[in-house]
């Protein structure tokens, strides 16, 4: 059992350690949490490239002392020559998983580095320049980084999947096999793409030569994106969505992430009155209130552009109560497959600084190597986040070019009663909000340290990588009898094995009214928290 780590000046916490060292190496030089978590970024998407990457896309959420949150979407929208027709003519029934018909949307993670390092500059007192912010993840691009234990099994996980794709065995296979754990990889490409950045701006990567080559390798490898697709993105500041609960106010991020299904999981909960943690009614009540916010996830939430109610209508107490109310204490409520594809990887990554400025940041390609796209004059690996849509234009997440699809990633921040910042999260697809909701509940309302908060037994509903997409998937470190009962209450379990990352990397920080930090990183991952 790790300890919940302590510190005063700085601290990073994130799925691989070296991208949290990243971060704590800007902290130490005087860089504020924006700095920090661009550097924790960058090198992120270097050392861990089967889940997140500048082919795909991020959302930041962002608050400092006094002032209210704010987010950054940096997520791309489906190109201009994307439609349902492109893909019925090539007798599809939907957008493919892997291939280069998956890379339909455009990357947005470079886009919300550069309005982060924007809105650093401008109120964060930021000064540090971008070669200092990219130098540890030019470096591992360029001398290498050791293959991390999940990369290894993500890489088995494709297997046939990747077959036959272009160029992706020449950047990740060793003699068409996975790599060895440790094995040093290197990506070369990625480390000129990353220096050209450096010395063009984040700008180049969509408007620049940079966009250029991106442009040309999506059209030799047969995307539907096109040059005029990159060169029209830019990233959106938001105001998040927020939630008052008696423990103070959590903030997450709006459609067409389902950062509404978390805070409504928390609101809902709340409602039941659950006295204990890691019993029946804690597991029970948490998953009947993923049931309700995922059913009115999976009807509503989109491009909020397309949605005919403002996702925080479904906050207000008048909803959250009905809601509520509709939740049998002691029966599971029946649970069909859900329409939403929720297996998918991710990064979640979170900083607080000394100065209590904080940020929580989720960077992703969506499943496992995103499309599988390797463009090879760039190093980059594209997204397959359009996966997504559905060709039925009657369907919630229809596809439109120019619509953004819907977004598992939701970063949270919450502000409690006692003066105290959270920033939390985790990767997991459908996974995400529970995830969050067992943290956050463990630790806010129940009192449990931080660090024993993520590294507690979890379960998730709904669907990934394995078993079935209706089930409740259970660490078998939770108490059998528990498990028992929930088996009895009608709930459809699924045993796995102890720390299995399919439940989620996951990680926190808190900052205390005396300003002590308290960070907790996950032992299903190969992450560290970093302080000073």
């Given at each position: 059992?790790?300890?919940t780590?302590?510190a005063?000046?700085?601290m990073?916490?994130?799925p691989?350690?070296?991208?949290?060292q990243?971060g704590?190496?800007?902290?130490?030089e005087?860089?504020?949490a924006?700095?920090a978590?661009?550097a924790?970024?960058?090198?992120?998407?270097?050392?861990?490239p089967h889940?997140?990457?500048?082919?795909g896309?991020?959302f930041?959420?962002?608050a400092?002392?006094g002032?209210?949150?704010l987010s950054?979407e940096?997520a791309g929208?489906?190109?201009r020559?994307v439609?349902a027709?492109?893909y019925?003519?090539?007798?599809?029934?939907?957008?493919?998983?892997r291939?280069?018909?998956?890379?339909?949307?455009?990357?947005?993670?470079v886009s919300?580095?550069?309005?982060?390092l924007?809105?650093?500059a401008?109120?964060?007192?930021?000064?540090?320049?971008?070669?200092r912010l990219?130098e540890d993840?030019?470096h591992?691009?360029?001398?290498?980084c050791?293959?991390?234990?999940s990369l290894v099994?993500?890489?088995e996980r494709v297997?046939?999947q990747?077959?036959?794709?272009?160029?992706?065995?020449?950047?990740?296979?060793?003699?068409g096999?996975?790599?060895?754990p440790?094995a040093?990889?290197?990506?070369p490409a990625?480390a000129?793409?990353?220096r050209g950045?450096?010395?063009?701006?984040?700008?180049?990567?969509?408007?620049?030569q940079?966009?250029r080559?991106?442009?040309a390798?999506l059209?030799a490898?047969?995307s539907?994106l096109l040059?005029d697709?990159?060169a029209?993105h830019?990233s959106?500041?938001?105001r998040p969505?927020?939630?008052?609960?008696?423990h103070?106010?959590?903030?997450?991020?709006q459609?067409p992430?389902?950062?509404?299904?978390?805070?409504?999981?928390?609101?809902?909960?709340?409602?039941?009155g659950v006295?204990?943690?890691?019993?029946?009614d804690h597991i029970?009540g948490l998953i009947e209130a993923?049931?309700?916010?995922?059913?009115?996830?999976?009807r509503?939430?989109?491009?909020?552009?397309?949605?005919?109610v403002h996702a925080?209508?479904?906050l207000?107490?008048t909803?959250?109560d009905?809601?509520?109310?509709?939740?049998?204490r002691?029966r599971?409520a029946p649970w069909?497959a859900?329409?939403?594809?929720?297996?998918?990887d991710?990064?979640?990554?979170g900083?607080i600084?000394?100065?209590?400025r904080a940020?929580s940041?989720i960077?992703?390609?969506?499943?496992?190597f995103?499309?599988?796209?390797?463009?090879?004059?760039?190093g980059i690996?594209w997204?397959n986040?359009?996966t997504?849509?559905q060709?039925?234009p009657?369907k919630p997440?229809?596809?439109?070019?120019?619509?953004r699809?819907?977004?598992t990633?939701n970063?949270?921040?919450?502000?409690?009663?006692?003066g105290s910042m959270?920033v939390y999260?985790t990767m997991g697809?459908?996974?995400?909000?529970?995830?969050?909701?067992e943290?956050f509940t463990?630790?806010?309302?129940f009192?449990?340290?931080?660090?024993?908060a993520?590294?507690?037994?979890?379960?998730?509903l709904?669907?990934?990588w394995?078993?079935?997409?209706?089930?409740?998937?259970?660490?078998?470190?939770?108490?059998?009898a528990v498990?028992a009962?929930?088996?009895?209450?009608?709930?459809?379990v699924s045993r796995?094995?102890a720390?299995?990352e399919?439940?989620?990397?996951?990680?926190a920080i808190?900052r205390?009214p005396?300003?002590?930090?308290e960070?907790?990183a996950d032992?299903?991952?190969?992450?560290v928290v970093?302080?000073?």
């Amino acid at each position: 059992m790790l300890h919940t780590l302590t510190a005063v000046r700085g601290m990073v916490t994130a799925p691989h350690h070296l991208a949290a060292q990243a971060g704590l190496r800007v902290l130490r030089e005087g860089g504020n949490a924006i700095e920090a978590m661009v550097a924790c970024a960058a090198t992120c998407a270097v050392v861990y490239p089967h889940m997140n990457g500048l082919g795909g896309d991020a959302f930041w959420l962002m608050a400092r002392p006094g002032r209210p949150a704010l987010s950054i979407e940096a997520a791309g929208a489906a190109g201009r020559a994307v439609t349902a027709d492109l893909y019925r003519s090539r007798g599809l029934e939907g957008v493919p998983v892997r291939g280069p018909l998956a890379a339909n949307t455009v990357a947005g993670a470079v886009s919300g580095w550069s309005s982060a390092l924007e809105m650093s500059a401008r109120h964060w007192d930021g000064s540090l320049p971008l070669a200092r912010l990219l130098e540890d993840a030019i470096h591992y691009a360029e001398s290498g980084c050791p293959a991390a234990t999940s990369l290894v099994r993500a890489t088995e996980r494709v297997g046939d999947q990747v077959t036959g794709l272009r160029n992706f065995a020449d950047l990740f296979l060793d003699g068409g096999h996975p790599p060895a754990p440790g094995a040093r990889r290197r990506n070369p490409a990625l480390a000129a793409t990353l220096r050209g950045l450096v010395e063009r701006g984040l700008d180049d990567f969509y408007r620049g030569q940079i966009g250029r080559a991106v442009a040309a390798d999506l059209k030799a490898l047969g995307s539907p994106l096109l040059s005029d697709d990159l060169a029209g993105h830019r990233s959106a500041r938001r105001r998040p969505l927020a939630l008052r609960l008696a423990h103070g106010t959590v903030y997450n991020t709006q459609p067409p992430t389902q950062g509404l299904s978390s805070l409504m999981i928390l609101g809902l909960f709340e409602r039941l009155g659950v006295a204990e943690a890691e019993g029946f009614d804690h597991i029970h009540g948490l998953i009947e209130a993923a049931k309700v916010a995922y059913t009115l996830r999976n009807r509503h939430v989109t491009d909020p552009r397309y949605m005919a109610v403002h996702a925080g209508t479904y906050l207000t107490d008048t909803m959250l109560d009905q809601g509520a109310a509709g939740i049998d204490r002691r029966r599971a409520a029946p649970w069909p497959a859900a329409d939403r594809i929720g297996d998918g990887d991710t990064v979640w990554m979170g900083c607080i600084d000394g100065a209590g400025r904080a940020v929580s940041c989720i960077q992703s390609l969506y499943h496992d190597f995103g499309s599988g796209a390797v463009l090879t004059d760039t190093g980059i690996v594209w997204q397959n986040r359009g996966t997504s849509f559905q060709l039925d234009p009657d369907k919630p997440n229809a596809l439109i070019p120019g619509r953004r699809p819907f977004h598992t990633l939701n970063p949270p921040i919450a502000r409690l009663n006692d003066g105290s910042m959270m920033v939390y999260g985790t990767m997991g697809g459908d996974a995400q909000p529970q995830v969050q909701a067992e943290i956050f509940t463990r630790h806010v309302l129940f009192g449990q340290p931080l660090q024993a908060a993520v590294t507690a037994p979890r379960w998730m509903l709904g669907r990934t990588w394995v078993g079935r997409p209706d089930d409740v998937k259970i660490e078998n470190r939770v108490d059998p009898a528990v498990i028992a009962a929930l088996e009895a209450a009608g709930h459809t379990v699924s045993r796995l094995e102890a720390f299995d990352e399919v439940t989620g990397h996951a990680g926190a920080i808190v900052r205390r009214p005396d300003g002590v930090l308290e960070g907790a990183a996950d032992p299903r991952a190969d992450g560290v928290v970093a302080a000073f």
